[in-house]
């Protein structure tokens, strides 16, 4: 237990220790720079006042001329370790022409805190003027001038290292998940369990990796729309950026075994299909290597090869392990080659320690009966390892000592959430690591020869906005991840009302509520192992159109709009996608048959179906006009292929192509704008593109920060409705749970 000053000011979470002059969160020390304290605290004992500018200039520096920017920095130092992001008022609120208020309700000092109750925190050091705990290196400044800054700037900053030591693990108190159930003590080895949050530079981190040797940390990061490259140390919590922003998207990060370079896929304007990049732990030039990369790569033992898994669905349906050179990434030799109805499905693959054997993921293209599978790799052959060990979309990596394989996936319960297991080898004994309701991302796991596992712990938190494509959106619905509201569908009704999908229990349905977010009800009805998606609203509200497999395959269904009176209309399996003419008579759906995707129609009565277009395209939707067809052209698998096809609605040649952002993505739908005039699609990582039929290039509509978009809608008066999630990411080490 720890007892707190007397002269303090407490707050939510937070406590100001006015005899020392320091922030606290739950109990353990902040550093904020001591201007930025003295407003912190200015804010704080004149809590509901008003205070203005000119006041605080003159509070904080008494007697002396400083710019209006200076208190704006500060302001928002302030307001970065108080958590709060663009848009939230949480604690301080601008009044416009006026001033700074706080709104935090403050409370009186406790006197003691059990030390239990720690909440996962990012810790970050700010010097005065705002410097951060990171040195930021010019990439293409000689070596020496490198390391001197690296070494000055390790002088001046206080090392952290922030170890949690979870007494169970599924009792962690993290402030954005407060109501996690307690683990099970069986399956989970809570006294010994380590768990420490890597401090980051700042931005968002996405991708991550540990070094063999445990004492590195290479991650990918994303701070206003740009990524960067990062090396962190694992012991003084430092960090140096490796690669300068840009636009590249990086998807996997790795070391190289003698730790001398990081390995990355990635794509940028010059790459545009998933590359595997490297560039040296010293920063300098980026080196392509070969291209078709799409998941982690492994080494052999002695280091001269790699392992990567290369999909090709949207063409043949197959998936491929391959091997290469490590020195060149040439020489590639196929070492596994499925095809349906199996696939990969790991996102990465293991070589093992004696470098025999490399591990995969293998199930069918369903996503089910999956299995941990070794492949030799001499002759090629297939041996299971464990019963029912696999976890849907997940990540492998080999204990060091070859006693293992540590996995993270979907487990299947009704979080949703990714969670870690441990399968001995060659017995395949699951154990598992993490039992909370926490979610670790599955694009991010490394074991160190140390046996320290990094990976990435996200939340995901659903919402739903209501806006004109503008700043002025507003959030209307606060969703959870096991509801997953609006993840797989949403539309606006003609009656104002908006349809959304909810995941409850085994099944998920279409519900709806009103524009303000009040009057929520479900309409389909729940069936066991169905899923609803894709809802469309006929003109006449009489309807309601979606895909699902209510029927064991992917069929288009129509109900009345109260959710009654269920009607499939296509039968055989393998369509979806449904999407409705503007007189709400006709449905343009994609079937996929022999590997091809293609456009066909159907009645809104169930009259026959007929194709209507025999290209490859996908994601119809048409014009509010009715006058032509908008749809994903060609095999989308990869980002060379990704374009936008206008056709007539009644089929034949396209009227139009366009290539659409690098960044770009067809699937779960795109819109038109309400004027027929332009076409708008999702970013694959945040916000919405609008390409202009007669511009040369698209341009981004504004959505709220590290906010992800996953459906949207346009009412017939320009509104525009969407569901998606924020991002919240820490990098997480754990130890200590064999």
């Known amino acids: 237990m720890r007892v707190f000053s007397r002269e303090a000011i407490c707050f939510d979470q937070f406590e100001i220790d006015l005899d020392r002059r320091l922030v606290l969160r739950f109990g353990e020390p902040l550093s904020l ?14 809590r509901g006042s008003v205070l203005s500018k000119e006041y605080l200039l003159e509070r904080i520096w008494p007697g002396q001329f400083v710019e209006e920017n200076n208190l ?5 130092a302030v307001r970065k370790l108080l958590g709060e992001r663009k848009g939230e008022h949480r604690f301080i609120i601008t009044v416009p022409g006026r001033g700074y208020k706080f709104v935090g309700e403050i409370r009186e000092a406790d006197t003691e805190i059990v030390i239990e109750q720690h909440k996962l925190e990012r810790i970050v050091i700010e010097e005065e003027g705002g410097m951060t705990d990171v040195a930021v290196i010019d990439s293409q400044a000689p070596l020496a001038v490198r390391f001197r800054t690296i070494m000055s700037r390790a002088n001046l900053i206080l090392p952290i290292t922030a170890l949690l030591v979870a007494t169970a693990f599924g009792g962690w108190l993290y402030l954005s998940r407060p109501n996690a159930s307690r683990t099970a003590a069986s399956e989970v080895n809570a006294e010994k369990l380590k768990a420490r949050i890597f401090t980051t530079s700042g931005g968002i981190p996405h991708r991550v990796a540990i070094s063999p040797s445990g004492k590195l940390i290479a991650y990918a990061q994303r701070y206003q729309g740009l990524d960067t490259i990062w090396l962190g140390d694992t012991e003084s919590n430092n960090s140096i950026q490796i690669t300068p922003e840009s636009g590249r998207i990086h998807n996997y990060v790795g070391f190289s075994p003698e730790e001398r370079q990081i390995y990355f896929t990635a794509r940028d304007d010059n790459h545009l299909i998933w590359t595997l990049m490297r560039v040296s732990i010293y920063g300098g030039a980026v080196q392509s290597l070969t291209t078709g990369v799409h998941s982690s790569i492994s080494f052999s033992p002695d280091g001269k090869k790699f392992a990567f898994i290369r999909r090709d669905d949207a063409r043949t349906d197959q998936t491929f392990l391959i091997v290469a050179d490590a020195d060149t990434g040439k020489n590639e030799q196929i070492l596994l080659q499925t095809e349906k109805p199996q696939r990969i499905f790991s996102m990465g693959s293991a070589w093992s320690p004696d470098g025999s054997e490399i591990v995969v993921g293998i199930s069918d293209t369903q996503g089910e009966n999956c299995e941990i599978t070794a492949v030799n790799v001499k002759d090629g052959s297939l041996s299971k390892i464990g019963e029912k060990a696999c976890l849907q979309n997940s990540n492998l990596a080999w204990l060091h000592d070859g006693s293992g394989i540590v996995v993270t996936g979907d487990v299947g319960d009704e979080t949703g959430n ?13 154990r598992r690591i993490t039992n909370d309701t926490l979610n670790y991302g599955n694009y991010s796991l490394s074991v160190s020869a140390d046996h320290r596992v990094a990976v990435l712990q ?4 659903p919402k739903i906005w209501l806006g004109d494509a503008t700043e002025s959106a507003r959030n209307i619905l606060e969703g959870s991840r096991v509801r997953s509201e609006g993840m797989h569908g949403l539309d606006i009704a003609p009656d104002g009302k908006l349809l959304y999908t909810v995941s409850a229990g ?4 279409i519900w709806e509520m009103e524009e303000d977010g009040t009057n929520q009800r479900q309409l389909t009805p729940s069936q066991k192992d169905s899923n609803d998606t894709q809802i469309s609203a006929t003109a006449d509200n009489r309807f309601i159109v979606f895909a699902a497999n209510r029927s064991g395959e992917s069929e288009i269904w129509r109900s009345s709009r109260e959710g ?20 709400g008579l006709q449905i343009i759906y994609t079937a996929r048959r022999d590997g091809k995707s293609s456009l066909w129609r159907v009645s809104i009565e169930g009259s026959k179906p007929t194709q209507i277009i025999n ?20 095999k989308a698998f990869d980002a060379v292929d990704k374009r936008i096809a206008i056709f007539p609605v009644d089929g034949g040649k396209p009227l139009k192509i366009l290539n659409i952002d690098k960044n770009g993505v067809m699937f779960n739908r795109l819109r038109w704008s309400p004027d027929s005039r332009a076409i708008v699609y999702k970013d694959l990582v945040q916000g919405l593109w609008r390409q202009e039929l007669d511009a040369a290039k698209p341009m981004r509509l504004p959505v ?15 509104k525009l409705v969407y569901s998606g999630v924020v991002q919240m990411r820490e990098i997480v080490i754990l130890s200590n749970f064999r």
């Open 458 to 461: 996200t939340r995901e938190d």
């Open 615 to 634: 290209e490859e395209a996908s994601w119809a939707a048409v014009s509010p006009d009715g006058k032509y067809i908008a749809c994903s052209y060609g």
């Open 72 to 76: 704006t920095v500060h302001i928002a």
């Open 564 to 583: 009654s009176n269920l009607t499939q209309l296509t039968h055989g399996g393998g369509n979806s996608e449904p999407t409705l003419t503007p007189d």
């Open 506 to 509: 085994d099944s998920r349905t």
């Open 704 to 718: 709220p920060d590290n906010y992800r978009v996953i459906h949207f809608d346009y009412s017939a008066v320009g």
């Open 418 to 430: 990714n969670q870690i297991k441990l399968i001995s080898y060659p017995a395949g004994e699951v």
């Open 33 to 46: 720079n001591p201007k930025a304290l003295d407003v912190l605290i200015a804010l704080v004992e004149k």
